[in-house]
């Protein structure tokens, strides 16, 4: 039996939208207009369908942030910000954890790589991130021990076939890579592996979204939710948005008319005098979430206030690893650093991750700072504002 993909929530009425969007997935597939899956949410004639609406009803100046690098990704590989009104001004968050990570956790990278008896297992956007004294590139060409990995796994893989070289991997995401990090760390306390060790950066989406609305330094009238994390997270991480911030939000898939029914059904809440969170992309995202992944998350790590690039310390937003799995944690490895959170050679992606300011208005963007030559982390990064206003929407 084909699964329905009506394009509704299970928690709003999107009332009246075109035929086009309401066929099962079998006739996605098997249509002549498209040949695959991803297909159906590409089609040119859906996108021009959405953005009409979106431009038929929306009825006063909007402003909406997407906190989750994807989507950012998304609204300018598919060059979506020309179909939309002007008065819909979409801004871009922290939702990139590369750009968020302060440079406190690279600068204790830093003095980790400089043991010659030690290992970095890193994802391949943290090795380009500028740092006082260079980036992770820089060292490894220095001679460090840097190893690019795919997944936390591999990391620990390395540790169990070289046993007298400690391997430590740089823990960087939110909520949706936290888990894989937690699974890894409890099999290495299962199978008795020393020299594995983990240097934590993992942080959870709700609080910055909580902080850029406290501060009052944008006006946002609703959140584009992001997907992967709300996967493990479901709906409930963000109620109090709507419910005690009156802030719209809708957790929305990535392809370009997931987001464009995202940003139709925002507008719609608005028109319609509600706040509430619903679902865009159920074929993936469910209210509750994934209550393993949670589990697991929470019996490896603890909340701890945490820093963040441009937004400072938040409160209960950072995973610490658990007094009970210290054996595994490598910050025990290096001593606390102290050094300014900000990037003091003119780069404003402290700026940029509050939504304040836009990649092109940096004097350094696109001249002196390019995805190969980064001044700042918000370029560095793949999910990166800058790096994506310079590859899709300079």
């Known amino acids: 039996m084909s699964a329905s993909l009506s394009f509704r929530t299970n928690v709003g009425n999107l009332g009246k939208l075109p035929e086009l969007f309401h066929y099962s997935e079998s006739n996605m597939v098997n249509s002549d207009k498209s040949n695959t899956y991803q297909e159906a949410f590409r089609d040119p004639e859906r996108v021009r369908q959405l953005a009409a609406c979106i431009r038929r009803e929306l009825s006063a100046p909007i402003t909406l942030m997407e906190v989750c690098g994807t989507h950012t990704m998304s609204v300018h590989r598919f060059g979506l910000r020309d179909l939309l009104p002007r008065d819909l001004k979409l801004l871009s968050g922290p939702g990139c954890p590369v750009c968020v990570t302060p440079n406190t956790y690279y600068e204790q990278v830093r003095l980790l790589a400089q043991n010659p008896d030690l290992a970095l297992c890193s994802f391949g956007d943290l090795l380009r991130v500028p740092g006082r004294d260079g980036s992770l590139e820089d060292l490894r060409a220095g001679g460090a021990d840097v190893r690019v990995v795919y997944s936390p796994a591999q990391a620990l893989e390395f540790a169990l076939a070289d046993p007298m070289k400690k391997y430590v991997f740089l823990g960087i995401g939110f909520e949706t890579t936290a888990p894989l990090t937690a699974a890894v760390i409890q099999s ?16 959870t989406m709700p609080p910055p979204m909580r902080a850029l609305v406290e501060s009052g330094e944008v006006a946002i009238d609703g959140f584009l939710c992001p997907g992967h994390v709300s996967v493990i997270t479901g709906d409930a991480p963000y109620r109090f948005l709507a419910e005690e911030k009156g802030k719209p939000c809708l957790i929305a898939g990535f392809e370009p008319v997931d987001v464009l029914q995202g940003l139709l059904m925002l507008i719609r809440q608005r028109n319609e ?22 589990e697991l998350m929470q019996r490896i790590f603890c909340e701890s206030d945490d820093d963040w690039r441009g937004l400072g310390r938040i409160p209960l937003s950072g995973l610490r690893i658990r007094e009970e799995y210290t054996a595994y944690d490598a910050a025990q490895l290096v001593p606390p650093v102290e050094i300014p959170p900000e990037d003091l050679s003119g780069c404003i992606c402290h700026k940029i991750l509050r939504g304040i300011a836009l990649p092109n208005e940096c004097a350094l963007f696109g001249e002196i700072c390019v995805p190969n030559r980064p001044r700042g982390a918000c370029m560095a990064s793949q999910e990166g504002t800058c790096s994506i206003y310079y590859r899709y929407g300079r």
């Open 188 to 203: 290495a306390q299962k199978g008795h592996c020393g020299n594995f060790f983990v240097l934590s950066g993992h942080k």
């Open 273 to 294: 005098g509600r706040s509430e969170v619903e679902i865009q992309y159920t074929r993936a995202v469910r209210p509750d979430g994934n209550p393993n992944a949670r």
